[in-house]
């Protein structure tokens, strides 16, 4: 029983990932003891054996302390990271909620001028047309300002009770109509009553979005977009990628995934931010997927992105699931 007990000691030494550092020189002490001492010495080969015994159980617990000791400090640096990105987010929506509220004000008093001009002019003529274009470029920029207030969520919304599943299938149709016939879209939805708590219209947009975000993707190559519903219980590693979610509830999980050609690190952390664009000059306003976070978290729910380049993304998009009894049903 001892050589072998010696075996295991040597062993341990000789292999050092398997104890702690500061445990090796009790290992090469009770190694050396066993050298020394007679192995017929049954006192001093059980007071070993005890002490061997000890050491191991000691080095057991070490090693457990050590792994949970990792787990908690990979935890931490996981929070500090949410807790300094929702800090980001919420500077940046307050700025952008000042600036929209100037720009709306500065807007409202160009048109006007605008429409008293175009009162006075003749109608029909260049002067009238040009003038109407100006109201034109005017409205795009109203719009773009009540994106900005959308992302800062000041702005009042009607939320209600429905089911998710019409509101998936009728975004894809509309999405669908404009897709190239090369391009594929693979639908994998629950046909459930999965019932949710939310401003309709606003879901389906970011659905529609996403969708046209991914098409942009795939717009070089012969493309495939999938869109799935499923539900699903958040477990710990996706409640810590968004502030709003809960750990162990149930959720509504919109996918929406490409084959396109990915983003690399840096942009997958700027990419809520608003006006943040990959997108060529005059192709976006980069305010798509910083409203799309703004109006999610406004529904306590969240957003998360995992995309490699050259191998696609994944948005998924998580809403608070409103059980439903038999009752109900």
Same mark, same amino acid.
């Given at each position: 029983?001892?050589?072998?007990?010696?075996?295991?000691?040597?062993?341990?030494?000789? &292999?050092?990932?398997? *104890?702690?550092?500061?445990?090796?020189?009790?290992?090469?002490?009770?190694?050396?003891?066993?050298?020394?001492?007679?192995?017929?010495?049954?006192?001093? %080969?059980? /007071?070993?054996?005890?002490?061997?015994?000890?050491? #191991?159980?000691?080095?057991? @617990?070490?090693?457990?302390?050590?792994?949970?000791?990792?787990?908690?400090?990979?935890?931490?640096?996981?929070?500090?990271?949410?807790?300094?990105? /929702?800090?980001?987010?919420?500077?940046? $929506?307050?700025?952008?909620?000042?600036?929209?509220?100037?720009?709306?004000?500065?807007?409202?008093?160009?048109?006007?001028?605008?429409? #008293?001009?175009? #009162?006075?002019?003749?109608?029909?003529?260049?002067?009238?047309? &040009?003038?109407?274009?100006?109201?034109?470029?005017?409205?795009?920029?109203?719009?773009?300002?009540?994106?900005?207030?959308?992302?800062? @969520?000041?702005?009042?919304?009607?939320?209600?009770?429905?089911?998710?599943?019409?509101?998936?299938?009728?975004?894809?149709?509309?999405?669908?109509?404009?897709?190239?016939?090369?391009?594929?879209?693979?639908?994998?939805?629950?046909?459930?009553?999965?019932?949710?708590?939310?401003?309709?219209?606003? *879901?389906?947009?970011?659905?529609?979005?996403?969708?046209?975000?991914?098409?942009? /993707?795939?717009?070089?190559?012969? $493309? #495939?977009?999938? !869109?799935?519903?499923?539900? !699903?219980?958040?477990?710990?590693?996706? /409640?810590? @990628?968004?502030?709003?979610?809960?750990?162990?509830?149930?959720?509504?999980?919109?996918?929406?995934?490409?084959? $396109?050609?990915?983003?690399?690190?840096?942009?997958?952390?700027?990419?809520?931010?608003?006006?943040?664009?990959?997108?060529?000059?005059?192709?976006?306003?980069?305010?798509?997927?910083?409203?799309?976070?703004?109006?999610?978290?406004?529904?306590? $729910?969240?957003?998360?992105?995992? %995309?490699?380049? &050259?191998?696609?993304?994944?948005?998924?998009?998580?809403?608070?699931?409103?059980?439903?009894?038999?009752?109900?049903?």
């Amino acid at each position: 029983m001892n050589k072998l007990l010696k075996r295991q000691i040597k062993k341990y030494i000789e &292999d050092s990932s398997a *104890i702690p550092e500061q445990l090796v020189p009790l290992f090469e002490a009770i190694s050396s003891a066993y050298d020394h001492f007679d192995e017929g010495n049954i006192l001093t %080969s059980r /007071a070993l054996d005890l002490s061997l015994q000890e050491l #191991m159980e000691v080095n057991a @617990r070490l090693k457990e302390e050590i792994v949970e000791r990792e787990y908690a400090e990979e935890k931490t640096k996981s929070l500090q990271k949410q807790l300094y990105q /929702a800090q980001k987010m919420e500077s940046i $929506g307050t700025m952008a909620n000042g600036i929209a509220h100037n720009f709306n004000n500065i807007l409202a008093a160009v048109r006007g001028y605008v429409d #008293m001009v175009i #009162m006075d002019v003749e109608q029909n003529s260049r002067m009238e047309s &040009d003038l109407k274009k100006v109201v034109k470029g005017i409205e795009a920029a109203k719009e773009l300002s009540n994106k900005m207030l959308l992302f800062s @969520r000041e702005h009042e919304q009607k939320f209600e009770r429905v089911e998710i599943y019409p509101i998936v299938k009728d975004a894809i149709d509309l999405f669908s109509a404009s897709v190239r016939s090369d391009v594929e879209i693979n639908e994998k939805l629950e046909v459930c009553s999965h019932h949710v708590f939310i401003n309709a219209n606003e *879901i389906k947009q970011i659905i529609i979005n996403l969708c046209s975000n991914a098409y942009h /993707a795939v717009s070089k190559v012969k $493309g #495939m977009l999938e !869109v799935g519903l499923t539900e !699903v219980e958040i477990d710990e590693s996706i /409640a810590r @990628r968004s502030p709003k979610l809960r750990n162990k509830e149930k959720y509504v999980r919109i996918t929406v995934k490409d084959n $396109g050609h990915g983003m690399n690190e840096m942009t997958k952390e700027r990419i809520f931010e608003p006006f943040f664009t990959t997108k060529e000059v005059g192709e976006g306003t980069g305010m798509g997927l910083s409203v799309a976070l703004g109006v999610i978290l406004n529904h306590n $729910g969240g957003i998360t992105v995992d %995309s490699e380049q &050259d191998k696609g993304t994944t948005f998924q998009v998580y809403l608070p699931l409103i059980e439903t009894s038999n009752k109900d049903e």
